[in-house]
């Protein structure tokens, strides 16, 4: 429900409040007093072309906001589904907000639980909640696609229509799957030849986890193995060996420590020294042990630096193709070894896909047609209830049809012998037809309804569709063109009926409609600071009177008088509904 609406500097409204109750609220008023400035503003705010015309004079800037109670029931999942989609869900507000902002000379903003949205999100979310019933946007009646909506909403035919739509889905899903497996088979047989052949050369080459590593070090020491064995005789040499007169380090050591052995002789406190010479003296002696065998080992063999070379080769050359690392390269393989397993099985998997195709085509088939035959029956009943309720509403030779087309398609689904296209709503076509005179033919709809005589379509489908329509707030702009007084009560006691179900507003030049508002402003004009500017007033008790004696004509006694007994005979009428 629609609970508070604001205008600022749209149009000629300087700024306006609205708070809404439920049931049916009649707006009246002057001609260009601004009634129907309001319900342009909502239409805007609900995703309507944003216009800089709009925009006040002397501003920068319209801003238009609105509140909405949650809805109902069911309804109420897809407009939380929407939220949560786009994360606008305020755990803090439970009520919805929407905001636009139409800037002059700078981009409009879209707002929804004050956060920015974009105006396609902003325009479904509209949509969802209100059915603005006038020339405009809003109008789901002009909407063709909808049409197989109005009529399935009306036959109770949302099981099947939900069984269908996912019968669909499953054979899109396995549809795109076969697109993908028939591809071009030369593509496949290339592919398929490239993925046996990187997981052959991988596998031959036996890659081993560490093996880089261990590799890299042993090249080093190979092409470096006479530089080592030069080295490390040299160093043993310097310690074993003696170099002219002096001797060798160890020999020279051995007679320190000999010397050192004396001194503690006399003075034990050089004992510990000459325990270190001889420490040192045994550790080195192991140090030159170690170098001799060090370089007798040393196996410097030029065929085996010549293989590990032509494996690290091998192994740089993978890397290059399949990864950084030997590990890499090895699960390279695994995963094009399962693609090659996995295209070596698509004759199996394509059959199989298309016998899953058969049975969802033989299965759309079957709901397809029971669907269509339903809707065959729902047609003529929708037709002769349209029919009286135009008739009621003063379109009394209105002639209503339902038209119920299937399109042929040699890619459509099987209905005994012929294929027709097809999508998540059957096989149908449907589109409502009208005659609105005597001797012209049904034409359709969307095509050739003036403004008023779609508004009396709306609303006798809205009262038709009543206990089943989603929408929670439908506003009817001078809903009334063309009716007389007689037929204005009638479309006041249906807008009143609608309001059981949703919240419902009227822009009316008609006393016999707004007389059967549960509320009632009255929209009128004013000059402030020389600038005229549309105010809104709530109308009361003999506020209300008076407004319609004034739209009978002139405000008499007898127009006075007439008012009264118009609200009384509509307060009676009201209490015998239950209302």
């Given amino acids: ?285 192991d140090v030159a042990a170690t170098l001799r065998r060090y370089a007798d080992e040393i196996d410097y063999n030029p065929d085996t630096l010549a293989q590990v070379e032509e494996r690290l080769n091998l192994i740089h050359d993978l890397k290059r193709k399949y990864g950084s690392s030997p590990e890499e390269i090895l699960e390279f393989a695994q995963s094009a070894g399962e693609e090659l397993h996995n295209l070596s099985r698509n004759e199996e998997r394509i059959e199989a896909l298309q016998v899953r195709e058969s049975e969802l085509l033989a299965n759309i088939s079957r709901l397809a047609a029971v669907l269509s035959e339903e809707r065959q029956k729902a047609a003529e009943s929708l037709a002769q209830r349209m029919e009286s309720e135009l008739a009621e509403l003063g379109m009394q030779k209105a002639r209503f049809s339902v038209s119920i087309a299937q399109r042929e398609t040699k890619d459509g689904v099987p209905v005994g012998d012929r294929r027709y296209a097809f999508n998540s709503t059957g096989i149908d076509d449907v589109e409502f037809l009208i005659s609105p005179n005597v001797g012209e033919p049904l034409k359709p709809l969307s095509k050739i309804a003036s403004g008023g005589e779609t508004a009396r379509l709306m609303l006798a489908m809205k009262t038709v569709l009543s206990a089943v329509d989603e929408v929670p707030v439908l506003i009817f702009d001078e809903i009334d063109a063309g009716l007389g007084g007689r037929a204005g009560g009638v479309v006041g006691r249906k807008l009143w009926g609608l309001s059981r179900n949703h919240q419902v507003l009227s822009v009316t030049h008609l006393p016999q409609i707004a007389a059967y508002g549960d509320s009632h402003y009255l929209v009128g004009k004013q000059v402030q600071d020389g600038r005229t500017v549309t105010v809104l007033e709530r109308l009361e008790a003999e506020q209300r009177t008076r407004e319609l004696a004034q739209m009978l004509g002139t405000e008499t006694d007898a127009t006075h008088l007439s008012a009264e007994e118009m609200r009384d005979d509509v307060e009676k009428w009201k209490a015998n509904q239950g209302g």
């Avoid at 890659?207 to 490390?232: C, D, M, R, V």
């Fill in 1 to 285: 429900m629609l609970t508070y609406l604001s205008v600022r500097n749209f149009a000629i409204i300087d700024h306006l409040e609205l708070n809404l109750s439920p049931g049916f609220t009649a707006l009246t008023g002057e001609t260009g007093a601004g009634k129907s400035i309001i319900i342009d503003a909502v239409s805007m705010l609900l995703g309507g072309r944003a216009d800089a015309d709009y925009i006040r004079a002397g501003t920068e800037q319209a801003l238009i906001e609105a509140v909405f109670e949650p809805p109902q029931a069911a309804y109420q999942e897809v407009i939380a589904h929407l939220l949560e989609e786009h994360g606008l869900v305020d755990s803090e507000q439970e009520n919805l907000i929407l905001a636009r902002e139409i800037n002059r000379g700078a981009r409009n903003v879209c707002r929804v639980n004050g956060r920015l949205v974009t105006l396609a999100l902003l325009r479904q979310i509209g949509e969802s909640l209100v059915d603005i019933h006038n020339q405009g946007e809003h109008l789901s009646l002009l909407r063709v696609h909808q049409h197989v909506d109005f009529l399935d909403r009306y036959a109770g035919l949302e099981k099947p229509r939900a069984e269908i739509a996912g019968a669909v889905r499953a054979l899109q899903d396995v549809r795109r799957q076969l697109n993908t497996l028939l591809r071009d088979e030369r593509e496949l047989a290339r592919r398929m030849d490239l993925l046996e052949y990187q997981v052959n050369e991988i596998e031959a080459a036996r890659l081993q986890p560490g093996e880089e590593e261990e590799l890299t070090a042993h090249h080093k020491l190979l092409t470096n193995a006479q530089w080592l064995i030069t080295q490390s005789d040299l160093l043993y040499r310097a310690l074993s060996e003696s170099e002219g007169t002096g001797g060798s380090v160890l020999d020279r050591l051995g007679e320190v420590s000999e010397g050192l052995a004396k001194l503690a002789q006399l003075d034990p406190k050089l004992a510990p020294q000459q325990s270190v010479i001889e420490e040192t003296s045994y550790q080195l002696a």
